[in-house]
């Protein structure tokens, strides 16, 4: 029931376009934060161990899987396993990942395009829907490489 909740949570907050999300964090969620992500005044955004732990298990769990998804032959059962594990390292995020708030705030694009696709993954019913799935987190991924510090981050490649 706890995992619904966050769900649904996070499902109404992604329908109102809302950037920030409800997570247990220091820092005020009062204003709004940009809807684009953009650069910290042309640097990276800096990070967290703990964001960084959640998503290197993210990327790991996608690059594992990702010869069968390109292949199509992952099972549906294979894809909602993956969706579920990349679910696991976002909700260690939320929970342990402590940014400044503009950080955090572009941190929450990056993390809503990651979910829509793990949603997209734990709900496919074919292969090619996987492969959509797989791509909307690999794309949320290249984007943390382009505007997150991330020392030895490795891409999908």
Not at 31 to 58: C, F, H, Q, Y
Not at 74 to 95: E, Y
């Amino acid at each position: 029931m706890k995992h619904f909740l966050f769900r649904f949570g996070m499902a109404a907050l992604l329908l109102l376009n809302a950037p920030v999300f409800a997570h247990d964090h220091e820092h005020s969620h009062d204003s709004v934060g940009p809807a684009v992500l953009s650069l910290n005044k042309g640097m990276k955004w800096s990070t967290d161990e703990s964001l960084r732990l959640g998503m290197v298990r993210i990327r790991d769990a996608l690059v594992l899987d990702m010869p069968a998804i390109r292949a199509g032959s992952i099972s549906t059962v294979q894809l909602g396993a993956l969706g579920d594990k990349v679910n696991a390292a976002i909700g260690s995020i939320f929970q342990n990942c402590k940014l400044e708030p503009q950080a955090d705030a572009m941190l929450h694009l990056v993390l809503a395009e990651i979910m829509a696709g793990a949603d997209v993954l734990a709900k496919a019913t074919s292969p090619e829907a996987g492969n959509e799935g797989a791509n909307r987190v690999a794309r949320a991924l290249d984007n943390y490489q382009t505007y997150f510090e991330h020392p030895g981050w490795a891409g999908l490649k």
